[in-house]
Nanobody, 127 residues
Framework: QVQLVESGGGSVQAGGSLRLSCITS????????MAWFRQAPGKEREGVAG????????DYDDSVKGRFTISRDNSKNAMYLQMNSLKSEDTARYFC????????????????????WGQGTQVTVSS
């Protein structure tokens, strides 16, 4: 069974940076797409960024374009989210997720499309 473990969260001031990591283990051969989601208290889980594990195509939510960068190192079974120019509204618990099929550009952020989730890592941005 595929397992995902996130790390790298923490508390930073607005304008600061953090780098999240997601390490995968288990039978990952069937994983073709991974993504970062976040969920703030009282809000629905939302897609932040996604990446194909093969071609490296990426997707971003408009709220993070130009500030966040998703990347993957297949040799390390790792996915990363570099977060720059953080804002207070970025405060949330961040989850990595994996799926077998590659979604189209309009459905990559659908929570139900992902079969495997990590436990999350908390990001808190103070203004």
């Amino acid at each position: 069974q595929v397992q995902l473990v996130e790390s790298g969260g923490g508390s930073v001031q607005a304008g600061g940076s953090l780098r999240l990591s997601c390490i995968t283990s288990g039978p990952t051969n069937n994983i073709n797409y991974m993504a970062w989601f976040r969920q703030a208290p009282g809000k629905e889980r939302e897609g932040v960024a996604g990446i194909s594990t093969t071609g490296g195509n990426t997707d971003y939510d408009d709220s993070v374009k130009g500030r966040f960068t998703i990347s993957r190192d297949n040799s390390k079974n790792a996915m990363y989210l570099q977060m720059n120019s953080l804002k207070s509204e970025d405060t949330a618990r961040y989850f990595c997720a994996a799926r077998i099929s590659i979604p189209n550009s309009s459905s990559w952020r659908r929570v139900g499309g992902f079969s495997t989730w990590g436990q999350g890592t908390q990001v808190t941005v103070s203004s």
